[in-house]
């Protein structure tokens, strides 16, 4: 079994990714449910503070993180 790192860089082609689908393109959520459910239980921060809404544009040079698992987004160069 292959284990997630524990940070990693993802890489996005756009100005913005919502909050939800970053949470799933990640690989940190299978569904956009469980998504929804970790944003609104206030389980997600983005550059270090708690985010509960799931709709929130992250865009290149902000920090995601789920308990021992961060998210640095880039722009696709």
Do not use: W
């Amino acid at each position: 079994m292959v284990q997630k790192p524990e940070t990693e860089t993802v890489r996005i082609r756009t100005e913005f990714i919502k909050l939800d689908s970053l949470l799933k393109f990640a690989g940190l959520c299978d569904t956009g449910g469980f998504a929804k459910e970790l944003v609104q239980q206030g389980a997600v921060k983005v550059n270090g503070e708690v985010c509960t809404m799931r709709g929130k544009k992250i865009r290149p040079g902000d920090t995601v993180s789920i308990d021992k698992y961060t998210v640095h987004v880039e722009a696709e160069s």
